[in-house]
């Protein structure tokens, strides 16, 4: 039997922190937010058949419109990780090897670690401000290597990969292995901070290039469970959309019907998560201001979260590790660098998801972990004799 590993990170979905600082979305959009009371009666008029193989042609349509493709080039899937898994499963057998950039959203990761699929890593560094080298990426193609999986927005760092890097490494791919494709998961690209552009969408760049995203970090809609994939080779975009099928037939009409409704809308509703994104962002640098160098950033070009460092000189194993019971034990949460292959001193720390007041609340508690830490750690002196 094939085993899946096991993912810690599913504390994010089956617990309720008083603090919940390793979200990396902003809180959820409701129906009301979505709809009038009349749209939500005429929801009672929504038949709930089967959807197409493809998905709803409209939806595709917005979202091609959005990527800069064509609709017969976007495939619809039930949340971005069900298009990451379907790519591993149809392009990761016994004699391919897919390359995958870490740090990485886990279940990138996991899924191909589950399929038993030959992965080769490409390691991104804190240190480096989460950039990538081409050449270090080129360095781990190989003549067998099928895919390759990075972010941008990275996830969990929300630093963004420049054009340059990434057409670099679809001339490298040219070089070592063109049958090899390129995903670039651009699930946080429309999570900018403020009036920052939004980063243009690599789908068009090239019939090499396969993208994924989702209503489910920007837009707060998780729940409806809406993910897509640019496909633009058409033998490809065939076999995704068989697999698709043949493992879930199709997504469900209503969440389809109600994400069309969120991409018809979508500016009014990304308007003011961006405004709070940029606000909390401001909080979370002041805050790191006053910690005394304890702390330190790669500061996020995007997303909801951001990377930050315990010091290794002032924090050995044992007190890293008080530091996260402390954080347990207040019910605050922080999401580990390990869960994304990165070193155990860095946390993600999400700024998006808590109200200003309980962000700042939040940040306070890791203060105090931070300082329980601290006595925790130092050796008990023992008292002079007299």
Same mark, same amino acid.
């Given at each position: 039997m094939r085993r899946f590993p096991p993912s810690?990170?599913?504390?994010?979905?089956?617990?309720?922190?008083?603090?919940?600082?390793?979200e990396s979305y902003c809180r959820e959009l409701t129906?009301?937010?979505?709809?009038?009371?009349?749209?939500?009666?005429?929801?009672?008029?929504?038949?709930?058949?089967?959807?197409?193989?493809?998905?709803?042609?409209?939806?595709?349509? *917005?979202?091609? @419109?959005r990527s800069g493709v064509t609709p017969d080039e976007v495939l619809l899937t039930t949340g971005a990780a069900s298009s990451l898994f379907l790519l591993g499963l149809l392009l990761g057998d016994a004699d391919s090897e897919i390359v995958v950039v870490r740090p990485s959203f886990p279940p990138m990761f996991d899924a191909l670690r589950g399929i038993n699929a030959r992965i080769a890593t490409v390691?991104?560094?804190?240190?480096?401000?989460?950039?990538?080298?081409?050449?270090?990426?080129?360095?781990?193609?190989?003549?067998?290597?099928?895919?390759?999986?990075?972010?941008?927005?990275?996830?969990?760092?929300? /630093?963004?990969?420049?054009?340059e890097d990434i057409e670099q490494t679809l001339a490298a791919i040219e070089q070592v292995c063109p049958d090899?494709?390129?995903? /670039?998961?651009?699930?946080?690209? @429309?999570?900018?901070?403020?009036q920052a552009p939004v980063?243009?969408?690599?789908?068009?760049?090239?019939?090499?290039v396969i993208t994924c995203s989702s209503l489910s970090k920007a837009h707060g809609a998780p729940g409806l469970r809406i993910g897509?994939?640019?496909v633009r080779d058409t033998d490809l975009y065939g076999q995704l959309r068989l697999a698709r099928f043949n493992s879930a037939v199709s997504c469900g009409t209503l969440d389809e019907v109600l994400a069309a409704r969120v991409l018809q809308r979508a500016e009014s509703i990304l308007a003011p998560r961006r405004t709070l994104l940029a606000d909390a962002l401001a909080v979370v640098e002041d805050w790191l201001a006053t910690q005394h160098g304890d702390?330190?950033? /790669?500061?996020?070009?995007?997303?909801?979260?951001?990377? /930050?460092?315990?010091?290794?000189?002032?924090?050995?194993?044992?007190?890293?590790?008080?530091?996260?019971?402390?954080?347990s034990e207040r019910s605050t949460a922080v999401a580990p660098g390990e869960w994304f292959g990165d070193d155990r001193r860095v946390f993600r720390l999400g700024f998006?998801?808590?109200?200003?007041?309980?962000?700042?609340?939040?940040?306070?508690?890791?203060?105090?972990? *931070?300082?329980a830490s601290e006595r925790m750690s130092q050796p008990e002196v023992a008292a002079t004799p007299g």
């Open positions: 810690p990170i599913t504390a994010l979905v089956d617990e309720s922190p008083q603090y919940d600082l390793g129906l009301g937010e979505l709809l009038s009371a009349d749209e939500i009666t005429a929801l009672s008029q929504v038949p709930l058949g089967y959807g197409s193989s493809a998905g709803a042609p409209e939806l595709r349509q *917005l979202i091609a @419109d390691q991104l560094r804190f240190a480096d401000g989460y950039r990538l080298d081409p050449t270090v990426l080129r360095d781990a193609l190989s003549a067998n290597t099928r895919l390759v999986m990075l972010a941008s927005p990275h996830s969990p760092s929300g /630093v963004v990969m420049s054009r090899a494709y390129l995903l /670039v998961d651009e699930i946080y690209r @429309d999570a900018t901070h403020g980063p243009p969408s690599s789908a068009a760049l090239s019939p090499k897509w994939m640019t702390l330190r950033w /790669v500061r996020p070009d995007a997303g909801a979260f951001c990377c /930050v460092e315990l010091d290794p000189d002032a924090f050995p194993a044992a007190r890293v590790e008080r530091f996260y019971a402390e954080l998006g998801y808590e109200p200003l007041d309980e962000l700042g609340a939040g940040l306070d508690v890791i203060t105090q972990a *931070l300082r």
